[in-house]
T-cell receptor, first 114, second 110 residues
Framework: AQKVTQAQTEISVVEKEDVTLDCVYE???????LFWYKQPPSGELVFLIR??????QNEISGRYSWNFQKSTSSFNFTITASQVVDSAVYFC???????????FGTGTRLTVIP | SQTIHQWPATLVQPVGSPLSLECTVE??????LYWYRQAAGRGLQLLFY??????ISSEVPQNLSASRPQDRQFILSSKKLLLSDSGFYLC?????????FGEGSWLTVV
């Protein structure tokens, strides 16, 4: 069975601090995709990134970066120089290749204090 | 570009009343479509998915049903709502890069 764990329920940081959101996943399959989504107070889920299981290369997009390590089954998300607009709930998710069910973690609520 | 819309955005329904949430996708054809539910303070749970017109797969047995009368239309229904049906419902479609979500519908059953 697949499982995604986001152990951090809530995190608060002061604006301009860096913050890392942890994601650990479990699957016996060798081919899968990992995702991060942002859910602002409006409720809509905003797609941030997809990473496939064969690509462990880290990725940076502006202030966002992602660290994928298959050895520890982790896909962590770092926000550099956080801003108030980063305040949201962030979800990590996993889907097996060819499957239809996106397994979500329970989310991490990030609050950036001005 | 592709867009997804769902409505209504919010609704308050009494226990035992029917429900109909609609979702449409534009800018793509034959997408996989999904209904997810997010209970308060919890992650998202897949309710239904569809790979084509009239093809519905249910992931969780419950008080809800789904239909896909047209290629880009997905409907979530209930004949009689329960209090436990309250939550945030999200429609989604599967693109090449990711699964993309609609704006969501807040349902409160009273």
């Amino acid at each position: 069975a697949q499982k995604v764990t986001q152990a951090q329920t809530e995190i608060s940081v002061v604006e301009k601090e860096d913050v890392t959101l942890d994601c650990v996943y479990e699957t016996r399959d060798t081919t899968y995709y990992l995702f991060w989504y942002k859910q602002p107070p409006s409720g809509e889920l905003v797609f941030l990134i997809r990473r496939n299981s064969f690509d462990e290369q880290n990725e940076i997009s502006g202030r966002y970066s992602w660290n994928f390590q298959k050895s520890t089954s982790s896909f962590n998300f770092t926000i550099t120089a956080s801003q108030v607009v980063d305040s949201a709930v962030y979800f990590c998710a996993l889907i097996l290749t060819g499957a239809n069910n996106l397994f979500f973690g329970t989310g991490t609520r990030l609050t950036v204090i001005p | 570009s592709q867009t997804i819309h769902q409505w209504p955005a919010t609704l308050v329904q009494p226990v035992g009343s029917p429900l109909s949430l609609e979702c449409t996708v534009e800018g793509t054809s034959n997408p996989n479509l999904y209904w997810y539910r997010q209970a308060a303070g919890r992650g998202l749970q897949l309710l239904f998915y569809s790979v084509g017109i009239g093809q519905i797969s249910s992931e969780v047995p419950q008080n809800l049903s789904a239909s896909r009368p047209q290629d880009r239309q997905f409907i979530l229904s209930s004949k009689k709502l329960l209090l436990s049906d309250s939550g945030f419902y999200l429609c989604a479609w599967s693109g090449r890069a990711a699964i993309y979500f609609g704006e969501g519908s807040w349902l409160t059953v009273v």
